[in-house]
């Protein structure tokens, strides 16, 4: 699916099928006119270059290299030999699996497969009933799971119905409008605002070209681009001359001649890895695939016993070894299946009631045994909302901003006295705000940007101080528009209280700023600039730099050599207000916090600390870092590691293999096409609906409706539930079943009459797999259990602790009903009433018995004794349908029942309420244990317990 979904955007950035003009023209061409093109240039062959590569060469050379004229572009056989070299500027994506396939591929879990045996030696055995209702539940689960992930994948494939572009491109001396299907090696294209860039290009003209990269790099600033070779080659967010597939362009224009295409471009990588990723299974598939063996092998040994009991007292092998496959059978838990779906269902439901959708069932049990979560920064752990938060003026006052968006909500005080400030209350903040203002180009409309992050960050800024008027008193002359070769922008305006006298604002990168100026402000005088206050400056730009702001420089003057320094502006994309308690509370219950970004080292350490995440004692890992290792070196120091910088998908994709290497189970948040590859290999991966692109949607298994990452604590809290709550499943009905077999088996092995009759067996039957065990499924999740570690996704389902509470439990059923059978059977002679104070027996002992495995380790009354209402209704409806079974006549004929006295059924009661006492004082006693261990621990370390 990722692989379509990437076809769909790589339609929408311009490698998309041709119209059908085109096609027709297109079609006609075969590969024998293809030999007979004549082609009147070099025979050197033609090679793609890497964005890496083409960065840093010279463009005279890389032009001859690729035999390509800037200004009349390509001859049209040109093109064709080139096309049949590299072939079209698309992606090749397999066709997609057919329906029925995917749904005969849900068949293939061990579990589903051992129901479908058994369902197979019911019928030859006979067992009707029991092979329908298998059958029934194989088909329940199987649809139930395979719709769900049918229809989740349908609801993503529905975000990538876009319109498919062209492109501009020089063809033999004209500018042609064509397809960008079409487009090969050395081809010349042309960009504008709103146009997206059809393949990976090397600019030769940018006139004031800003491009988003944030769909490949992730980050939200728009990249300035220019024309010169860079010294040396970087990371892909330093590429500043070269234009990415697929990026859309903001501001200006400019021309490029084509480096990669297809599946040879930034994107094609990107598509390449998606490909050959698998997304491995979940945790609990594993598991279940292990029940599944584990419930076999317990099947093939009941069938043994039996044999080996019919051969010790003479009895015929083949007799015995029907009974033990018939036994089997009842022993295989078919409502396992069925309760798993119901329970990854709801599960699913109610994460879609906190804005989480889930894809497929199993992921949403992941979480509950994820130890690591790398989460992406731009977007997911921040706002994605560009936000001053510090001034600093020229004159050294100091102020700090509050409150987040593009929106006027917050204020500015001066620090450290914490005065409120408002418009010109203080001059020096004034004019720095003021100056920010009146040099920008952006708007704010009803919370709304329109323009640059960094200009909607300036106006918000007003809005806050009371100066989102301030354009009123100025009447704009001429603008000087930003470049990346002056690094400054600057507007001519006029007061309209003055207008012969003309003023500039400026704004920019220090070192371009401070050369147009020759004085600084002080409280409003300029003052004349010395030596000294630059190097002041200086070390005030580099120390809000290093607090990882993106640090604007703010000047104002009547003429463009002679500017009044104002001081310093602070922007950063601040955390989200939700973080910080998130990624605590996930640092709290073992979950390690991981940042992967793109960004620059200061901010990303920056964000890292204000939310948490990141502390001295944690290394920060680079790119270029990354580059100079295999996934062996890296798997030795990335737990080790708190945050990644200036990262590529392919590092990405390190970084998680390198982490499972190490037995960790990876959540992967992210929201660009640079994360799909990493969302995939992820154990699970998390997308951001709103900001996340298709690609990063369809790779992931989980989608963040409100791009929040503290939905992820409710997930988590979710999957641990679910897991419980299935084992708590698991515990109730193996301990019935083993409890029901060992009195039959008991019963053959001393040749005793058998203590229930077959219809009251295939009421148990009901019991055991039917609503009181399917109620323990949709147990409410416990509170407390986001605090409990992560579980080891080496432990099974069925583990040591569980099986000695299944057999505690079955022991106990066993021995109490024994007794009863013995007690109701004085001469060795059966009659109704023994069979019905067993069977009633039995079942009573099942109610409670059910009742304490709500909980594993909890009591019952702590818990909440009618918090699962479902629980409460089918076990009353059990019990109302014994009495019936009991009391009814006709029923009394169907099950060969008597009515029992009330001392009967108060004496039935008290015994069966063992079960539930002794598992109580159990988990008493086990709760005194791990405390005490704790405490034990804690006094160790010199650590008090919580």
């Given at each position: 699916?990722?692989?379509?979904?990437?076809?769909?955007?790589?339609?929408?950035?311009?490698?998309v099928?041709?119209?059908?003009?085109?096609?027709?023209?297109?079609?006609?061409?075969?590969?024998?006119?293809?030999?007979?093109?004549?082609?009147?240039?070099?025979?050197?062959?033609?090679?793609?270059?890497?964005?890496?590569?083409?960065?840093?060469?010279?463009?005279d050379e890389?032009?001859?290299?690729?035999?390509?004229?800037?200004?009349?572009?390509?001859?049209?056989?040109?093109?064709?030999?080139?096309?049949?070299?590299?072939?079209?500027?698309?992606?090749?994506?397999?066709?997609?699996?057919?329906?029925?396939?995917?749904?005969?591929?849900?068949?293939?879990?061990?579990?589903?497969?051992?129901?479908?045996?058994?369902?197979?030696?019911?019928?030859?055995?006979?067992?009707?009933?029991?092979?329908?209702?298998?059958?029934?539940?194989?088909v329940?689960?199987?649809?139930?799971?395979?719709?769900?992930?049918?229809?989740?994948?349908?609801?993503?494939?529905e975000?990538?119905?876009?319109?498919?572009?062209?492109?501009?491109?020089?063809?033999?001396?004209?500018?042609?409008?064509?397809?960008?299907?079409?487009?090969?090696?050395?081809?010349?294209?042309?960009?504008?605002?709103?146009?997206?860039?059809?393949a990976?290009?090397?600019?030769?003209?940018?006139?004031?070209?800003?491009?988003?990269?944030?769909?490949?790099?992730?980050?939200?600033?728009?990249?300035?681009k220019?024309t010169?070779?860079?010294?040396?080659s970087?990371?892909?967010?330093?590429?500043?001359?070269?234009?990415?597939?697929?990026?859309?362009?903001q501001?200006?224009?400019?021309?490029?001649?084509?480096?990669?295409?297809?599946?040879?471009?930034e994107?094609?990588?990107?598509?390449?890895?998606?490909?050959t990723?698998?997304?491995p299974?979940?945790?609990?598939?594993?598991?279940?695939?292990k029940?599944?063996?584990?419930l076999?092998?317990?099947?093939?040994?009941?069938i043994?016993?039996?044999?080996?009991?019919?051969?010790?007292?003479?009895?015929?092998?083949?007799?015995?070894?029907?009974?033990?496959?018939?036994?089997?059978?009842?022993?295989?838990?078919?409502?396992?299946?069925?309760?798993?779906?119901?329970?990854?269902?709801?599960?699913?439901?109610?994460?879609?009631?906190?804005r989480?959708?889930?894809?497929?069932?199993?992921?949403?049990?992941?979480?509950?045994?994820?130890?690591?979560?790398?989460?992406?920064?731009?977007?997911?752990?921040t706002?994605?909302?560009?936000?001053?938060?510090?001034?600093l003026?020229?004159?050294?006052?100091?102020?700090?901003?509050?409150?987040?968006?593009?929106?006027?909500?917050?204020?500015?005080?001066?620090?450290?006295?914490?005065?409120?400030?408002?418009?010109?209350?203080?001059?020096?903040?004034?004019?720095?705000?003021?100056?920010?203002?009146?040099?920008?180009?952006?708007?704010?409309?009803?919370?709304?940007?329109?323009?640059?992050?960094?200009e909607?960050?300036?106006?918000?800024?007003?809005?806050?101080?009371?100066?989102?008027?301030?354009?009123?008193?100025?009447?704009?002359?001429?603008?000087?528009?930003?470049?990346?070769?002056?690094?400054?922008?600057?507007?001519?305006?006029?007061?309209?209280?003055?207008?012969?006298?003309?003023?500039?604002?400026?704004?920019?990168?220090?070192?371009?700023?401070?050369?147009?100026?020759?004085?600084?402000?002080?409280?409003?005088?300029?003052?004349?600039?010395?030596?000294?206050?630059?190097?002041?400056?200086?070390?005030?730009?580099?120390?809000?730099?290093?607090?990882?702001?993106?640090?604007?420089?703010?000047?104002?003057?009547?003429?463009?050599?002679?500017?009044?320094?104002?001081?310093?502006?602070?922007?950063?994309?601040?955390?989200?207000?939700?973080?910080?308690?998130?990624?605590?509370?996930?640092?709290?219950?073992?979950?390690?916090?991981?940042?992967?970004?793109?960004?620059?080292?200061?901010?990303?350490?920056?964000?890292?600390?204000?939310?948490?995440?990141?502390?001295?004692?944690?290394?920060?890992?680079?790119?270029e870092?990354?580059?100079?290792?295999?996934?062996?070196?890296?798997?030795?120091l990335?737990?080790?590691?708190?945050?990644?910088?200036?990262?590529?998908?392919?590092?990405?994709?390190?970084?998680v293999?390198?982490?499972?290497?190490?037995?960790a189970?990876?959540?992967?948040t992210?929201d660009?096409?640079?994360?799909?590859?990493?969302?995939?290999?992820?154990?699970?991966?998390?997308?951001?609906?709103?900001?996340?692109?298709?690609?990063?949607?369809?790779?992931?298994?989980?989608?963040?409706?409100?791009?929040?990452?503290?939905?992820?604590?409710?997930?988590?809290?979710?999957?641990?539930?679910?897991?419980?709550?299935?084992?708590?499943?698991?515990w109730?009905?193996?301990?019935?079943?083993?409890?029901?077999?060992?009195?039959?088996?008991?019963?053959?092995?001393?040749?005793?009459?058998?203590?229930?009759?077959?219809?009251?067996?295939?009421?148990?039957?009901?019991?055991?797999?039917?609503?009181?065990?399917?109620?323990?499924?949709?147990?409410?999740v416990?509170?407390?259990?986001?605090?409990?570690?992560?579980?080891n996704?080496?432990?099974?389902?069925?583990?040591?602790?569980?099986?000695?509470?299944?057999?505690?439990?079955?022991?106990?059923?066993?021995?109490?009903?024994l007794?009863?059978?013995?007690?109701?059977?004085?001469?060795?002679?059966?009659?109704?009433?023994?069979?019905?104070?067993?069977?009633?027996?039995?079942?009573?002992?099942?109610?409670?018995?059910?009742?304490?495995?709500?909980?594993?380790?909890?009591?019952?009354?702590?818990?909440?004794?009618?918090?699962?209402?479902?629980?409460?209704?089918?076990?009353?409806?059990?019990?109302l349908g014994?009495?019936?079974?009991?009391?009814?006549?006709?029923?009394?004929?169907?099950?060969?029942?008597?009515?029992?006295?009330?001392?009967?059924?108060?004496?039935?009661?008290?015994?069966?309420?063992?079960?539930?006492?002794?598992?109580?004082?159990?988990?008493?006693?086990?709760?005194?244990?791990?405390?005490?261990?704790?405490?034990?621990?804690?006094?160790?370390?010199g650590?008090?317990?919580?």
């Amino acid at each position: 699916m990722a692989q379509r979904a990437f076809l769909s955007l790589f339609q929408k950035v311009s490698l998309v099928f041709a119209r059908r003009k085109y096609q027709q023209v297109l079609e006609g061409e075969t590969d024998t006119e293809l030999q007979e093109v004549e082609v009147n240039t070099k025979k050197e062959p033609i090679l793609s270059v890497s964005s890496k590569e083409a960065s840093t060469r010279q463009l005279d050379e890389l032009i001859s290299d690729l035999q390509a004229d800037l200004e009349n572009g390509l001859a049209d056989g040109q093109i064709l030999e080139r096309r049949r070299q590299f072939g079209w500027n698309d992606f090749e994506v397999d066709k997609p699996e057919p329906i029925w396939k995917k749904y005969l591929g849900q068949f293939k879990d061990p579990l589903i497969l051992l129901l479908l045996a058994s369902a197979v030696i019911s019928v030859i055995t006979n067992e009707i009933e029991d092979a329908v209702s298998i059958t029934v539940a194989i088909v329940i689960v199987v649809t139930v799971a395979f719709v769900q992930e049918y229809h989740s994948e349908k609801s993503v494939q529905e975000l990538g119905k876009l319109i498919p572009p062209e492109c501009n491109c020089v063809r033999e001396g004209k500018v042609e409008h064509l397809p960008a299907r079409e487009l090969v090696l050395g081809d010349t294209v042309c960009i504008s605002i709103g146009d997206r860039v059809p393949a990976d290009i090397r600019l030769f003209e940018a006139v004031d070209l800003l491009i988003d990269e944030s769909s490949y790099t992730g980050e939200s600033e728009a990249s300035n681009k220019s024309t010169a070779s860079l010294p040396e080659s970087g990371d892909t967010t330093s590429f500043q001359n070269i234009a990415f597939m697929g990026t859309l362009v903001q501001y200006g224009k400019g021309k490029g001649i084509v480096i990669a295409t297809g599946e040879n471009s930034e994107f094609g990588e990107v598509f390449k890895m998606m490909q050959t990723e698998k997304a491995p299974k979940t945790p609990l598939q594993k598991s279940m695939d292990k029940l599944g063996k584990q419930l076999s092998l317990f099947s093939f040994s009941i069938i043994g016993l039996m044999m080996l009991i019919g051969w010790l007292q003479g009895k015929s092998l083949l007799g015995m070894f029907t009974i033990g496959v018939s036994l089997a059978v009842a022993a295989i838990p078919e409502g396992l299946p069925i309760v798993v779906t119901v329970t990854l269902a709801l599960g699913v439901i109610r994460m879609s009631k906190k804005r989480v959708i889930v894809k497929k069932l199993p992921v949403v049990e992941t979480l509950g045994c994820c130890n690591v979560i790398c989460s992406d920064k731009t977007g997911t752990l921040t706002a994605n909302q560009m936000t001053v938060t510090r001034l600093l003026a020229s004159d050294g006052t100091r102020a700090e901003v509050s409150g987040t968006g593009y929106n006027g909500k917050g204020d500015v005080h001066l620090l450290p006295s914490g005065e409120l400030v408002k418009a010109f209350s203080n001059v020096s903040i004034g004019k720095l705000v003021e100056a920010g203002y009146l040099c920008n180009n952006a708007a704010i409309n009803e919370d709304t940007l329109i323009g640059q992050p960094t200009e909607g960050a300036l106006i918000a800024l007003a809005m806050k101080m009371g100066l989102d008027q301030a354009e009123q008193n100025y009447m704009r002359k001429k603008e000087y528009p930003f470049s990346s070769e002056k690094k400054w922008m600057a507007v001519k305006c006029v007061h309209k209280s003055q207008e012969m006298e003309e003023i500039y604002f400026m704004k920019g990168a220090y070192e371009a700023v401070i050369q147009y100026c020759s004085k600084y402000n002080n409280s409003g005088m300029p003052v004349p600039l010395t030596p000294q206050q630059r190097a002041l400056y200086v070390q005030q730009q580099a120390k809000l730099g290093e607090d990882g702001l993106r640090v604007l420089t703010l000047a104002v003057g009547c003429e463009l050599g002679e500017l009044t320094f104002l001081g310093f502006i602070g922007i950063i994309d601040p955390p989200r207000t939700e973080v910080r308690a998130a990624v605590q509370m996930l640092q709290n219950s073992g979950v390690a916090v991981k940042m992967v970004t793109g960004d620059s080292m200061a901010t990303a350490i920056s964000i890292g600390r204000s939310i948490g995440l990141y502390n001295d004692d944690m290394a920060v890992m680079s790119g270029e870092q990354l580059d100079q290792m295999n996934i062996e070196d890296l798997s030795h120091l990335v737990m080790k590691v708190g945050i990644f910088f200036r990262t590529s998908p392919k590092h990405k994709q390190n970084i998680v293999k390198a982490l499972q290497s190490n037995n960790a189970v990876v959540g992967m948040t992210g929201d660009g096409v640079n994360d799909a590859v990493a969302l995939k290999s992820a154990d699970i991966g998390i997308a951001m609906r709103g900001t996340g692109s298709d690609v990063s949607k369809e790779a992931a298994g989980m989608i963040l409706v409100d791009d929040d990452f503290s939905s992820i604590l409710s997930a988590v809290e979710e999957g641990k539930g679910i897991f419980y709550n299935i084992k708590n499943f698991v515990w109730f009905q193996l301990s019935t079943s083993i409890s029901a077999l060992s009195l039959i088996v008991l019963s053959t092995a001393f040749n005793m009459p058998n203590p229930l009759n077959p219809m009251q067996i295939l009421w148990i039957n009901i019991i055991m797999d039917g609503p009181p065990a399917q109620s323990l499924g949709v147990e409410p999740v416990d509170k407390d259990v986001i605090k409990l570690p992560p579980r080891n996704i080496k432990d099974s389902i069925l583990n040591k602790g569980l099986l000695i509470k299944i057999l505690f439990s079955a022991v106990i059923i066993m021995s109490g009903t024994l007794f009863v059978y013995w007690k109701e059977l004085p001469e060795g002679k059966i009659s109704t009433r023994t069979t019905t104070m067993t069977f009633t027996c039995f079942v009573f002992f099942d109610m409670f018995n059910a009742l304490s495995c709500r909980s594993q380790t909890k009591s019952i009354f702590e818990i909440g004794l009618f918090r699962n209402r479902v629980f409460i209704y089918t076990v009353l409806g059990s019990l109302l349908g014994q009495m019936a079974v009991v009391y009814f006549p006709p029923l009394q004929r169907v099950f060969k029942t008597e009515a029992l006295g009330a001392l009967d059924l108060l004496f039935l009661v008290a015994l069966a309420s063992s079960v539930f006492f002794a598992l109580e004082l159990w988990k008493l006693i086990e709760r005194i244990w791990l405390s005490a261990t704790a405490r034990k621990k804690s006094q160790n370390f010199g650590v008090h317990p919580c």
